[in-house]
């Protein structure tokens, strides 16, 4: 049996802790039809994820992105100083898994998480997008 360890937040943290709630986008992207460096270069779509969070009003704070050979798929993420963005692709089956959260502690950023997350799923083109939407508190 897990026993809870936490010790009760005061009011005034507890009234903070519900306004700092948040965004979560999820998307496992199937069948994508896109230009090949956003699943094969990771310089490209590094600067393609970096712009499209500029875009989007977001604060990117630093990214690592990642090759896996010459042919292989590349995993990234871009942290925000509203959260992060990451993602994932296998251009063996066209697939890519995508991740967009932000966090709401002083502004509401749920707009700007839509738009970033929308901006990429335009860009990898999915045949049968599976897409989540998850409000975090």
Same mark, same amino acid.
């Given at each position: 049996?897990?026993?809870?360890?936490?010790?009760?937040?005061?009011?005034?943290?507890?009234?903070?802790?519900?306004?700092? *709630?948040?965004?979560?986008?999820?998307?496992?992207?199937?069948?994508?039809?896109?230009?090949?460096? &956003?699943?094969?270069?990771?310089?490209?779509?590094?600067?393609?994820?970096?712009?499209?969070?500029?875009?989007?009003?977001?604060?990117?704070?630093?990214?690592?992105?990642?090759?896996?050979?010459?042919?292989?798929?590349?995993?990234?993420?871009?942290?925000?100083?509203?959260?992060? &963005?990451?993602?994932?692709?296998?251009?063996?089956?066209?697939?890519?898994?995508?991740?967009?959260?932000?966090? *709401?502690?002083?502004?509401?950023?749920?707009?700007?998480?839509?738009?970033?997350?929308?901006? &990429?799923?335009?860009?990898? *083109?999915?045949? *049968?997008?599976?897409?989540?939407?998850?409000?975090?508190?």
């Amino acid at each position: 049996m897990m026993k809870n360890l936490a010790t009760p937040l005061p009011p005034e943290a507890q009234s903070r802790k519900r306004q700092a *709630n948040g965004l979560h986008l999820i998307g496992d992207l199937y069948d994508c039809r896109c230009d090949s460096r &956003l699943m094969l270069d990771d310089q490209y779509l590094s600067a393609f994820c970096r712009q499209q969070v500029a875009k989007a009003g977001l604060t990117a704070l630093g990214d690592l992105f990642h090759r896996f050979g010459e042919d292989g798929g590349v995993t990234g993420m871009v942290v925000l100083a509203e959260s992060h &963005l990451s993602l994932h692709t296998w251009p063996e089956s066209g697939y890519v898994t995508l991740d967009v959260y932000v966090c *709401n502690y002083t502004t509401d950023n749920r707009a700007k998480a839509q738009q970033l997350f929308d901006d &990429l799923l335009q860009a990898f *083109n999915p045949a *049968n997008p599976h897409l989540h939407r998850l409000v975090r508190a």
